[in-house]
């Protein structure tokens, strides 16, 4: 059974930090990019951040210089790392898992097969 369990979100102050963790299981992680997207209330889900199977990433021009995002393959788990938090970062918060091959580099939520639950991140101002 394929399972994304998405955590670490919480409440912080605009200019904090919080890591995201993506445990991953029941898929041959290796082949697989894994993304985060995030979701506020009344918008559209958005791409945040993506790691290819090879290591390369991707990131929405929002929260380029302030995220970062990892993986430890050892453990199967993709992290983001979110600095210099906004107000506007608050949103619910997921990752998902596509194909490699699937994936088209613009971080889009059709190219993902797999998701896991939200973990909600609220920062205030």
């Known amino acids: 059974e394929v399972q994304l369990q998405a955590s670490g979100g919480g409440s912080v102050q605009a200019g904090g930090s919080l890591r995201l963790s993506c445990a991953a299981s029941g898929f041959t992680f290796d082949d697989y990019a894994i993304a985060w997207f995030r979701q506020a209330p009344g918008k559209d889900r958005e791409g945040v951040s993506c790691?290819?199977?090879?290591?390369?990433?991707d990131y929405a021009d929002s929260v380029k210089g302030r995220f970062t995002t990892s993986s430890d393959n050892a453990k199967n788990t993709v992290y983001l790392q979110m600095n210099s938090l906004k107000p506007e970062d608050t949103a619910v918060y997921y990752c998902?898992?596509?194909?490699?091959?699937?994936?088209?580099?613009?971080?889009?939520?059709?190219?993902?097969?797999?998701w896991g639950q939200g973990t909600q991140v609220t920062v205030s101002s």
């Open positions: 998902a898992a596509a194909l490699q091959g699937d994936y088209n580099d613009n971080i889009d939520p059709y190219d993902f097969d797999y």
């Open positions: 790691i290819g199977a090879d290591g390369s990433t």
